[in-house]
Each structure stands twice: as structure tokens, then as C-alpha cells.
């Protein structure tokens, strides 16, 4: 940065020194008197000559050089200062306007760049969660199998219990049949016993 000032500097005072000594010295303001204007005792002519014949003469009113001509073309710089401040304007307008796209433009690309990586993110995001989904899915898929399986294997032994109950329950019945039958068959036998002792008690008449 201080080396592009430096030669800055060094460009400026250049262009002073050629514009002081090379230049300015053979430029000069002219100024014309009106049309018809009456010759003064002294001042400046302007002689118009066409094959070494003299055609026309105008009158300068003033005549400046160097620093002073510079001094006194002021409406010319008052011109050239108003064609550059429109000219500046609409360029300027127009700058300003390229750059506000240029800008809108950067920001436009920044604010995609930033919307594409946040996308991203989210599709990443949303990626992982459809797999974890998945998985939770299959998973769940895979507990819903093996507690089939265990509650068909509990129904399959339940109905086992239930079988093995109802053959035992009929056992019971058999065996509650059974020892009814030998209670009154032993019942039977005890009246019986007793007919006969009753019997061999008894005297047995003469005929």
C-alpha cells in the first residue's frame, strides 16, 4: 500500500513538471473581440492570409499563456466540469446500478451457497432418520415375528395343558366311578357276610 502511494506521488509530480514546462508553455487562451470590432492602439491581431494575400483580420481582446490561460478558460472547465458531472451521473447511476446487481449478485450466490449446504444438511439429517426409521421398522418387523412365534408356542401348549386337563379330569371321573362301585360292592359284601352269620346263628328246625 505505501509503495502504490509513493508511486502515486511520483506519478502526480511527473505529470506537473510535463504540464508546467512542455506543455503549457505553447498553449494560450484566446479571447475574440466582438464582430467589427474598431482597432486598438495596442493588443493582439489575428490575420487570416491565403497565398501570401492577406483576407481578413479579427481583433483578440486578451490573450493568455501558461498558468494564467489555464486561469482564464474557466467557462470551457465549467463546461467540461458540467459534461462530466452528467456524464458522471448517468455513469455513475449506471455504476452503482452494475454494482447493486454485482452485489445482489454475491449475495445471491452466498445466500444459495449457504441454502444448498443447509439442504444438505437437511437431506443428510433427513437420510439418517429414513434409516433409523428403517431400522426401527424392522426391528419392530422382527419383535412382531418372535412374539408370534412365543404366543403360538403358548397357544400350542395351552391346547397340550388343556388336553392333558380334560385326560386327567376323565381319569378322575373314572377312578371317582371305580371307587364307588368297590365302596358298594364292598358294602355288599359286608350285608352278605352278616346274612350268613345271622344265618349260621340261627337254630335249624326238626321236621
Known sequence: MNKARIAM??????????????VLPDLAIVHFAKENAPLQESGYLLAHHEHFKLKGITVIDF????????????????????????????AGDQARRILAIAVASKKALKDAAKLATEAERRDDQAQRKLAEAAKMRQDSISRMEYLEKIAYAQ????????KMKAGLEEKARRAESTETEL??????????????????NDPIDDF
Open 9 to 22: 506521488v511520483i506519478l502526480v509530480l511527473i505529470l506537473f513538471a510535463r504540464l508546467n514546462w512542455w
Open 63 to 90: 490573450l493568455e499563456r501558461g498558468w494564467s490561460g489555464v486561469f482564464a478558460a474557466w467557462p470551457y472547465v465549467m463546461i467540461g466540469i458540467l459534461l462530466g458531472c452528467v456524464s458522471g451521473f448517468f
Open 155 to 162: 397357544q400350542k401348549e395351552r391346547s397340550e395343558l388343556e
Open 183 to 200: 365302596k358298594k360292592a364292598r358294602n355288599k359284601i359286608r350285608r352278605l357276610e352278616v346274612k350268613i352269620g345271622r344265618m349260621e
